[in-house]
Nanobody, 122 residues
Framework: QVQLVESGGGLVQPGGSLRLSCAAS????????IGWFRQAPGKEREGVSC?????????RYADSVKGRFTISKDNAKNTVYLQMNSLKPEDTAVYYC??????????????WGQGTQVTVSS
């Protein structure tokens, strides 16, 4: 069974940066696309970004984070990263990573991590 563990969340001031990590079970990144999601209190879960399992790591981003967030992966470390720059208060949420059902970002997510809290506040 696939296991995912997020880390790297915390409190940051507006305009600051954080890097989230999603540590996956061995070989997961070789076969599955990985997505990042977030959910703020009282709001629906939102897809943030996704990276495919291919060697070129095809990526997708929500319009709300384009140009500010960057997704990347290190297959040797079985880890996917989400670099978040120019953070805004509206980025405050619990961030989750999840495996897609296959190698591409199709939006059919099977396994989820426990989440990491990101709070953007002065």
């Amino acid at each position: 069974q696939v296991q995912l563990v997020e880390s790297g969340g915390g409190l940051v001031q507006p305009g600051g940066s954080l890097r989230l990590s999603c540590a996956a079970s061995p070989f997961t990144l070789d076969y599955y696309a990985i997505g990042w999601f977030r959910q703020a209190p009282g709001k629906e879960r939102e897809g943030v970004s996704c990276i495919s399992s291919s060697s070129d790591g095809h990526t997708r981003y929500a319009d709300s984070v384009k140009g500010r967030f960057t997704i990347s992966k290190d297959n040797a470390k079985n880890t996917v990263y989400l670099q978040m720059n120019s953070l805004k208060p509206e980025d405050t949420a619990v961030y989750y990573c999840a495996t897609d059902s296959g190698p591409d970002c199709l939006g059919e997510y099977d396994y989820w991590g426990q989440g990491t809290q990101v709070t953007v506040s002065s």
